[in-house]
């Protein structure tokens, strides 16, 4: 929308997008055409450029070709609105200006036609979907060191188990939706370390301030979940020469380990 609007000059400051440009915007439905109000000043110029037809719509005279609908008003809610109408009214998205999606949600339930009608529901039901979001805020950042040996990857990313949508990795970073004590919390882990010298950072995400008790809390019980505190070596030197699991133990130190936890966790899931 942006490069469609700057071929023409206009940007936030001498032009608005009305209508249903909003939804589209915020993916709530596409919308086909565009409609504008913009200032005085920026309709002249484009009026001259003779890129535009001179239409009446509605009593007003507007600018129009395939993609645009362009006047210096709007009449809606019983009055007209100029581009300075809307300065409490409009929001910018991706450098663009668009009426909100208050305003818009009271035009159309004062309209009558069966479009807003059912544009009506589409917002309602958008809004009903947002109220569902939470917005978390960076609240503590945190270094844990694990035990060594300490292979990070293998231990925060196992696709074959419990696989779910509250977690997203990629290679040395695992983001992870997290319940503890009452509050929704989104978490990052990034390693900072190797095998031998693990290094973990802990970020919290939150929407309200977390104090040092729950924050301490909250680590004790990732160490917990991840066994970053288990101290394997024994296991290694017992099994390093044994045919069935010494042959892995060199490649990766938490093979054996999240083998013999996974299938723990099949009888005994501490993710419940």
């Avoid at 949600?105 to 009608?117: E, F, G, H, M, T």
């Amino acid at each position: 929308m942006r490069k469609i609007l700057q071929k023409l000059d206009l940007n936030p400051n001498n032009s608005i997008v009305i209508g249903s440009g909003i939804l589209q915007a915020l993916k709530i439905r596409k919308s086909k055409d565009i409609d504008l109000v913009v200032t005085q000043k920026i309709y002249d110029s484009l009026k001259d450029s003779g890129k535009f037809t001179v239409l009446r719509n509605h009593g007003r005279e507007v600018l129009t070709n395939d993609i645009f609908e362009i006047g210096t008003s709007w009449r809606v809610l019983g009055k007209p609105y100029r581009f300075e109408d809307f300065a409490n009214d409009s929001t910018v998205i991706d450098g663009v200006r668009y009426i909100t999606l208050g305003f818009l949600y009271r035009a159309k339930k004062s309209w009558l036609s069966q479009k807003d009608i059912d544009d009506v529901e589409l917002i309602e039901e958008y809004l009903k979907q947002k109220d569902k979001i939470k917005v978390l805020k960076l609240r503590s950042g945190q270094i844990v060191m694990p035990v060594t040996p300490f292979e990070f990857d293998s231990t925060f990313h196992k696709p074959d188990h419990f696989t779910t949508g509250d977690n997203y990795w990629n290679k040395g970073t695992r983001w992870q939706t997290w319940a503890w004590e009452g509050k929704c919390l989104g978490l990052r882990f990034k390693n900072l370390g190797t095998r031998q010298k693990p290094k973990i950072e802990v970020t919290i995400y939150s929407d309200e301030k977390l104090d040092k008790d729950f924050v301490d809390s909250l680590i004790e019980e990732i160490k917990y979940r991840y066994n970053l505190d288990l101290d394997l070596t024994a296991f290694y030197k017992k099994f390093k020469d044994d045919k069935v699991l010494g042959g892995p133990v060199p490649l990766k130190m938490h093979t054996v380990s999240n083998k013999i936890y996974r299938y723990c966790a099949i009888i005994s899931p501490i993710w419940a």
